[in-house]
C-alpha cells in the first residue's frame, strides 16, 4: 500500500485560494494512480466526491466537471508529493478533502486513503 499525509487545509474567504499538499510513501514504485476527493458536512464516506486524479509518474489529469477550471492536480515524484491546487473557492467547497492512491492493477477502489484536511470557505 501507498502511506498518504494531506496538509494545506485551513480557512479562506470566498475567492481565495488554497493549496493542498499529500506526502505519499511506501509502494509509490508501483506507478500508482493518485487522486483528490473530498466529503462534504453531513455526508458519509459514500459521498466523497472525485475532483481529480493523475498517475504517480504524471501525465493527463483528469478533472472533475464541478471544478474544472477551478483547480489543478500536479504530481512532484521528486518530493514523492501530489497537489491539489484550489483557485476561485466558494462557500460550497467547503469540506473534507482527501488524497488517494491505487496501485495495478487498477481497479474502481482506492486501496489507500490520508487522514483528511479540512478547508472551510467562509463569505
Known amino acids: 500500500q501507498v502511506q498518504l499525509v494531506e496538509s494545506g487545509g485551513g480557512s479562506v474567504q470566498a475567492g481565495g485560494s488554497l493549496r493542498l499538499s499529500c506526502a505519499a510513501s511506501?509502494?509509490?514504485?508501483?506507478?500508482?494512480?493518485m487522486g483528490w476527493f473530498r466529503q462534504a458536512p453531513g455526508k458519509g464516506r459514500e459521498g466523497r466526491e472525485f475532483?481529480?486524479?493523475?498517475?504517480?509518474?504524471?501525465?493527463?489529469?483528469t478533472i472533475a466537471d464541478s471544478v474544472k477550471g477551478r483547480f489543478t492536480i500536479s504530481m512532484d515524484g521528486a518530493k514523492n508529493t501530489l497537489y491539489l491546487q484550489m483557485n476561485s473557492l466558494k462557500p460550497e467547497d467547503t469540506a473534507v478533502y482527501y488524497c488517494?492512491?491505487?496501485?495495478?492493477?487498477?481497479?474502481?477502489?482506492?486501496?489507500?486513503w490520508g487522514q483528511g484536511t479540512q478547508v472551510t470557505v467562509f463569505s
Open positions: 511506501g509502494r509509490t514504485f508501483t506507478n500508482p494512480y
Open positions: 475532483l481529480a486524479g493523475i498517475l504517480w509518474s504524471g501525465g493527463t489529469a
Open positions: 488517494a492512491a491505487k496501485t495495478p492493477p487498477f481497479g474502481y477502489e482506492y486501496d489507500s
